[in-house]
DNA sequence: CAGGCATCTGAATCCTTGT
DNA sequence: GACAAGGATTCAGATGCCT
């Protein structure tokens, strides 16, 4: 029997080994991502960007990540239970090599959930898309393995909704993320807690045993602690576990509040862009729209969504404004005819029709 | 030269090492994830039908997965031409093999995207998340190489802000799903033309060589044909390819203009020296610029267009950086005095007149 | 005290061209 | 290919100051 609710100082490596087999329900892991970033990232404002250059997110090469990998997943798989769990969180960077050992070490992805951050970093140069998601692996010991899994928790709020595989959550930041007296984070990549309360309330039971080998400033056991698991932590760094411990010990006994479980639909956030009626074929790039309901000024439809008219380019609502003389919501001044009645109909009816479409 | 805008029967492995290397501009490919592990093992109950937990009989599957992996990803490298870039889509059975193998290979992965369906199908026994998005991956062929990404044309399409790594994308369904006669699916995997038109749009340029190795019944090549890009398919399913080549000849030939299919790049616009703004004589020699919207270091333009501040000399853009102590574009920090209206003006605003009169 | 404006920051594999 | 120089580039949310 393990004794719980400590950090145990040192590479997980070597101290899992020392722990007994088949006593832990749930291990949480949050690995180091193999980030290599190689230089710095400056702000169009000129500020620059605190890189995660940390010591332990070094590795020499995808050999040398492999490897750590798949030592740490042996270690944790040997002291799960044989109903017992496992979930790690990761980026592009790192989740395909530990996807595809976890699978060669038989562990079952059970799912795949997609951390969609609500205030992410944009991607300052433009030159790739905004890196705006996670992903976190939830897996069984083995195939055909039981599982926790509180379906009637999770649905609580409302059916359906809060049991996809997208959590829309904000980064940590504010009050929640701790910071030395100097205000410099204290840990580099602190996970927010409502990450942790959804994966622990709906895959473990009261009085569970969750297993931490990565954690750093203790997210895992402040949330275990307020919904009354027992944690264990693993831990290399001195100043983190010191915070960690600081952190559990404050934590009173209340708990999150319940909608940090709600997911919400994504239906319900879609702002649908012009171009979503060009991705879906409603409109083509090449054809006219017509400015207000009775015969007004033509614009031809560009691929990237924008419109052409009278030599300027912008958007609906940029041309609308031009040709209005004032504030104009684009959506309800344009028409098009529609392909299958020949009628003129406004693009705000086709936006209409595609929010029903994605119903 | 590759013969475009058709449809190749057979096996991807078989047909590419067929092809010219360094030909290809992009692949996209949505390959078969078929793992047999995942085939006859749960009864509709959840019971486990044959439980095998043989070790070897789990990695030879896995490891016969990984081989045709391997097999159709090197020969999709070897057509791609060394700026050109690769596609995958899958879920979170195969992704993460996929995903080691492309980093294994060299490639270089740039985005993960995942897509959020809006409507996916749920999971009615409540036993785990429902599975609601599948991931995409982006590469270039190699780490540093150069590649296409349309940064201001996506953001066009997303009504000026940024595109992010979440696409919230409705399945594939209504009139755009094509079925038999008897109404069932032609294909049981059709991705929505809208994941291709994101795609198409922001990572290839009009006229681009697009390829498929698992073209399926089309969609890549149908958006392809809407964005006036070439594209070819490779498809060993008879059924599919007459559904596919039936679908795209239907799409009316595009013949935007280029100007409507791509986006200004602002990077790509002409080079305008500093000094075009003293021939020109919107600025003069010994004229004093201002660093900073608001009072900021004071600069004396010289005659060479080299400005003179504190002691050194240098462009715009040295002097700017020496300033602001980092990156910085000069014509967007200096300021001047606008001789009409004697007003303060953006250095770039006077650049802005100048391209203007120059059209 | 409310509201407005400026500032700061977050797991980021973050430039391009000419010499 | 290395090097120097030009110059393009950001979103949401929290915090704090000022009026």
Redesign the pocket.
């Known amino acids: 029997m393990i004794s719980p609710n400590r950090i145990l100082a040192g590479d997980c490596r070597t101290i899992l080994p020392t722990l007994p087999e088949a006593s832990v329900d749930l291990v949480f892991a949050?690995?180091?991502?193999?980030?290599?970033?190689?230089?710095?990232?400056?702000?169009?404002?000129?500020?620059i960007?605190?890189?995660?250059d940390d010591a332990w997110?070094q590795f020499a090469d995808f050999a040398a990540y492999d490897k750590f990998t798949r030592e740490w997943l042996t270690a944790c798989r040997r002291v799960l239970k044989p109903d017992g769990a496992l979930w790690v969180?990761?980026?592009?960077?790192?989740i395909h090599r530990v996807g595809a050992i976890l699978q060669d070490l038989h562990f079952w992805i059970l799912n795949e959930i997609t951390w969609i951050?609500?205030?992410?970093?944009?991607?300052?140069?433009?030159?790739?898309f905004?890196?705006a998601h996670?992903t976190l692996l939830w897996a069984a010991r083995s195939r055909g393995a039981r599982y926790t899994f509180h379906h009637h928790a999770v649905k609580s709020l409302n059916e359906q909704l809060q049991m996809r595989s997208d959590w829309v959550l904000?980064?940590?930041?504010?009050?929640e993320?701790l910071r030395a007296n100097d205000?410099a984070?204290v840990h580099?990549?602190?996970?927010p807690e409502a990450l942790l309360y959804r994966v622990i309330l709906s895959t473990t039971n009261p009085g569970d045993l969750i297993l931490d080998p990565?954690f750093g400033t203790g997210t895992t056991g402040a949330v275990a602690k307020r919904l009354g698991r027992r944690w264990l932590g693993i831990e290399k760094d001195a100043a983190y576990r010191r915070a960690a411990q600081k952190r559990i010990d404050a934590i009173p006994e209340t708990r999150l509040p319940e909608e940090d479980l709600a997911t919400p639909d994504p239906r319900k956030r879609e702002r649908i862009p012009f171009g979503r009626l060009l991705e879906e074929g409603m409109l083509s790039a090449g054809d006219t729209l017509t400015f207000g309901e009775r015969d007004g000024a033509k614009a031809r439809i560009l691929a990237d969504a924008s419109l052409s008219c009278k030599g300027k380019r912008g958007s609906i609502h940029q041309i609308a404004r031009l040709l209005h003389g004032g504030p104009s919501n684009g959506w309800d001044r344009w028409f098009a005819l529609d392909r299958r009645t020949g009628e003129r109909i406004s693009i705000n009816r086709l936006r209409e029709e595609l929010r029903e479409k994605e119903k």
């Open positions: 949050d690995p180091p991502y193999n980030l290599q970033l190689h230089q710095d990232l400056h702000r169009p404002n000129g500020t960007v605190n890189a995660v997110d969180i990761g980026t592009y960077h790192n951050k609500t205030n992410p970093m944009p991607n300052f140069r433009g030159v790739r905004t890196n996670e904000p980064v940590c930041g504010g009050k993320r205000g984070k580099s990549t602190q996970k990565f």
